[in-house]
């Protein structure tokens, strides 16, 4: 069993999909850190100073109760919120994340059909018997045909 499991874990689409995941969860780390330390500040900063991971609504006050002036003030005190900015941060991830991807298959399907165009032909049918022939040929090696008059 112990054997099996290995040349299972060992297969090119297991490492190759494990290599994957380690990636994108990298990479979904470095969108984060793009959207709330690059984006955000400039967009807060021209919607009149406004922190978006600080934006919530309170449901429930906790002890002491509120106004909170942060979010983590909000969960230090135990109340229930909703928090919007944090989702709004999250919503942005996710689209900038879904463009890099977007572009990474359509720039991949690109180099593919590159490599799949099709080449030139290389033979040709003679016109009197319909043998295929080699393109350059004037005269048909079956018929022996004079191709040049076609």
């Given at each position: 069993?112990?054997?099996?499991?290995?040349?299972?874990?060992?297969?090119?689409?297991?490492?190759?999909?494990?290599?994957?995941i380690i990636i994108g969860a990298a990479f979904g780390t470095v969108v984060k850190s793009l959207v709330s330390d690059v984006i955000m500040p400039p967009v807060g900063l021209l919607l009149g100073n406004v922190d978006f991971s600080d934006l919530f609504l309170v449901l429930k006050q906790g002890a002491p109760a509120g106004p909170y002036a942060s979010l983590a003030d909000?969960?230090?005190?135990?109340?229930?919120?909703i928090n919007y900015g944090v989702f709004v941060d999250t919503i942005i991830?996710?689209?900038?994340?879904?463009l890099a991807v977007f572009i990474l298959v359509r720039n991949m399907n690109r180099l593919k059909r590159q490599?799949?165009?099709?080449?030139?032909?290389?033979?040709?049918?003679?016109?009197?018997?319909?043998?295929?022939i080699p393109i350059k040929a004037?005269?048909?090696a079956y018929c022996t045909s004079d191709l040049k008059t076609v």
């Amino acid at each position: 069993m112990l054997k099996e499991f290995k040349e299972f874990a060992m297969r090119g689409n297991v490492v190759d999909m494990a290599v994957g995941i380690i990636i994108g969860a990298a990479f979904g780390t470095v969108v984060k850190s793009l959207v709330s330390d690059v984006i955000m500040p400039p967009v807060g900063l021209l919607l009149g100073n406004v922190d978006f991971s600080d934006l919530f609504l309170v449901l429930k006050q906790g002890a002491p109760a509120g106004p909170y002036a942060s979010l983590a003030d909000a969960q230090a005190a135990g109340a229930v919120s909703i928090n919007y900015g944090v989702f709004v941060d999250t919503i942005i991830s996710f689209l900038l994340v879904a463009l890099a991807v977007f572009i990474l298959v359509r720039n991949m399907n690109r180099l593919k059909r590159q490599e799949e165009a099709p080449a030139e032909p290389t033979t040709k049918e003679c016109s009197y018997c319909l043998s295929t022939i080699p393109i350059k040929a004037t005269r048909c090696a079956y018929c022996t045909s004079d191709l040049k008059t076609v």
